[in-house]
């Protein structure tokens, strides 16, 4: 387990493992006794975190077996007037009045006796609520289920009651049994070929089969909270307790999960909790009437670059939700785990636009500390209540401690995104033609990180996917892709794209981190870039899909790059190698471009430069011995020219230095634009 017995400490391990970070251990003392002391609180109040966290069985629609009726609850404390109405009371607007308590929350009971058929499954519902803005019809902020009419384009919650329970059998996936992640980043939404918004049940049919053969082992999945605005990529959440009904049913949702389990791989959840939409009557924004429900009021409240609202996670109401809200995720989906979107806003008051170049800057007053106190609540809760859960924090800033246990003075996170690692290659292939690349600056991009930080590398996400941006292979072979893909054409910029699309990929998954990290599509070099439906583009979703068929088709060259990252994926698996931690550097040869490292007696050659190819290229091994191909970039199968002899066998050979050492190399054919792993046979 991640986390421990609290206490109040003195000293720190975080401090003890990082000297660097002597001059705050009082920062970071303050703020892990903060911690233990919200703890204290919480579990004197309601038990423990993990009892704190069930706000989604009381608040909304909860049913009560003692009194025979359904109560529905919602905290509204700024609130003058609240009733519920809906189909099931002909939209009588004013007709059930609910009542207040004196911590805010306002209640109403629904007898089955009145209202067993009328409330039925699917029933729409909303509030009626008076504030000091005035009269609002508002969805409740529980709500599981919201819909849009599709002619007004009106939102409606719906009373979501199924008349059997979802059937999970025996669904007992364990996503710590995962000894490292490959991630496969998905969005249902735009998971199909046809032009058009997909569906749970198309991913289940369409998507699942092809990101299990490729040898991913996790989903991370976006856009799963319901969202107005379809090309918000589901960044601006409007309704945190309701899966997005674009793409069916909840259950339908869980039986994506549930598949997804039968097949061995995990999902993980991309959560936004770093803000969420403004829209007024389909989000929380001004919920009971003030602008301090769920935010800060005034413009504190407001973010400045995203155009949304901000959580003020100092109140208890507002971690009662945000906290209630995984553990809903875990406990009705079966979710894996979260990747926390927008960490580096969360945690500055700047919202992570700065230059991260003073230590200062992670302890000075623009640091949010509530809400990093709410990210280490988060992380002992998901944590405790699935020891084997997996968080991952989109952080750019480097704050320290975000992947240490909390027991060391951390915030708990398993994994960070190496963030840098995309930034570097979308800048040097802008910026430089690849004879201009500094071999020495791509070794230390992929392998600054500090040890035991788990990071999930990464070259491309759906950020770069995204309009605004390009995707490696776009920027690699650009228009030529239209008309050169087929694999009877002939053009050297597909040549040198597939090239280094492929070298890419490899040398970050060898050296990059942890785990490793692909938006759907990307592995095959899809050419389509992201657009969602809107006014500018005459709604089409012409670039809102993936064309799977590419990478099918024996025609192009699309599949012979999907046939790579399916190799890549089952071999750097199978050899374990992200377990392996750091490669230990062999060679740096400036002249030749070449980069050679090994993972135990895997050693990997990288010739990053465009002309030079040497025969009988001497390269050092970790152990004497045989040595074999077992994969290349230079491979026919995979697109390349097929210069080299994938059957060779190289025979290491001794050479003694002064000093009694002695050090074992072997000879290889280092070809251009190629890179090649080779293993060292056993007996």
């Not at 690849?434 to 070794?443: K, P, S």
Request: aromatic share 14%.
């Amino acid at each position: 387990m991640k986390f421990m017995k609290e206490k109040k400490k003195t000293t720190l391990r975080i401090v003890e493992n990082d000297p660097w970070l002597e001059p705050n251990e009082k920062d970071l003392l303050r703020r892990y006794n903060r911690y233990t002391s919200r703890l204290a609180e919480i579990s004197q109040s309601s038990g423990s975190l993990l009892d704190f966290a069930n706000g989604h069985r009381w608040y909304g629609f909860n049913y009560s077996g003692e009194d025979k009726g359904w109560w529905f609850r919602e905290w509204l404390p700024g609130a003058i007037e609240v009733y519920l109405f809906g189909d099931f009371n002909d939209w009588n607007k004013k007709q059930l009045s609910l009542t207040k308590d004196r911590n805010g929350n306002w209640s109403l009971f629904l007898p089955d006796s009145i209202y067993g058929e009328r409330l039925a499954h699917g029933s729409k519902v909303k509030m009626l609520v008076r504030g000091d803005n005035g009269w609002h019809e508002r969805i409740p902020a529980y709500i599981r289920r919201v819909i849009q009419h599709e002619e007004t384009k009106n939102y409606n919650g719906q009373f979501w009651n199924p008349p059997a329970p979802f059937d999970w059998g025996d669904d007992r996936f364990v996503a710590g049994d995962l000894r490292s992640l490959f991630i496969y980043e998905a969005h249902v939404g735009m998971a199909q070929e046809r032009e058009g918004m997909g569906t749970y049940l198309e991913f289940i049919e369409n998507v699942l089969p092809h990101i299990k053969d490729l040898g991913y082992n996790a989903i991370q999945l976006m856009a799963v909270a319901e969202h107005p605005y379809y090309g918000s990529f589901g960044y601006h959440v409007s309704n945190f307790y309701a899966p997005s009904s674009k793409f069916g049913t909840p259950e339908e949702l869980k039986l994506l999960v549930k598949t997804a389990h039968e097949k061995g791989i995990a999902v993980i959840m991309d959560v936004v909790h770093s803000h969420y939409v403004k829209n007024l009557h389909e989000g929380l924004n001004e919920l009971d009437g003030t602008d301090s429900l769920y935010s800060p009021g005034g413009e504190a409240g407001n973010h400045p670059h995203w155009d949304s609202k901000l959580f003020d996670y100092s109140k208890g109401g507002v971690q009662h939700f945000l906290l209630s809200n995984l553990k809903y995720w875990m406990e009705e989906f079966h979710f894996d785990g979260f990747r926390f979107d927008g960490v580096t806003s969360m945690a500055f008051y700047h919202h992570g636009y700065t230059e991260f170049d003073d230590r200062s800057k992670y302890f000075n007053d623009e640091v949010n500390e509530n809400a990093l106190l709410y990210l280490t609540l988060a992380n002992r809760l998901i944590h405790e209540h699935n020891p084997s859960a997996v968080t991952i924090a989109e952080d750019v800033s480097g704050m320290p401690g975000m992947c240490v246990p909390i027991g060391d003075g951390g915030i708990g996170f398993d994994y960070r995104l190496a963030m840098a690692e995309p930034d570097f290659w979308i800048r040097i292939l802008k910026e430089q033609h690849d004879d201009e690349w500094n071999i020495h600056q791509m070794w230390d991009i992929m392998t600054n990180r500090l040890p035991g930080i788990g990071t999930i590398a990464y070259c491309e996400s759906h950020d770069q996917a995204l309009v605004g941006d390009k995707t490696l292979a776009f920027r690699l072979m650009d228009k030529e892709m239209y008309f050169n893909m087929d694999r009877a054409s002939q053009s050297v910029v597909i040549d040198r794209g597939m090239a280094l699309h492929k070298m890419i990929r490899l040398f970050t998954i060898s050296l990059g981190g942890d785990a490793y990290l692909n938006f759907m599509g990307n592995e095959f070099g899809h050419p389509e870039w992201i657009d969602f439906p809107r006014e500018g583009n005459g709604w089409s979703y012409a670039h809102a899909r993936r064309q799977w068929s590419l990478a099918t088709n024996g025609f192009l060259r699309y599949s012979l790059l999907n046939d790579f990252d399916r190799d890549m994926i089952h071999l750097i698996k199978k050899y374990r190698v992200l377990e392996m931690g750091y490669a230990w550097n062999l060679l740096m040869d400036d002249r030749n471009k070449t980069i050679v490292f090994n993972h135990d007696d895997l050693v990997f050659v990288f010739n990053w430069h465009p002309q030079n190819s040497v025969p009988d290229y001497a390269i050092e091994v970790p152990f004497p011995g045989r040595y074999k191909m077992l994969i290349t970039t230079d491979s026919v199968k995979y697109g390349g020219p097929g210069r080299l002899n994938e059957k060779a066998i190289s025979f290491s050979y001794p050479h003694d230095f002064e000093g009694n050492v002695r050090k074992h190399y072997m000879q290889v054919y280092n070809v251009n634009r190629c890179a090649t792993i080779y293993k060292r046979m056993k007996g």
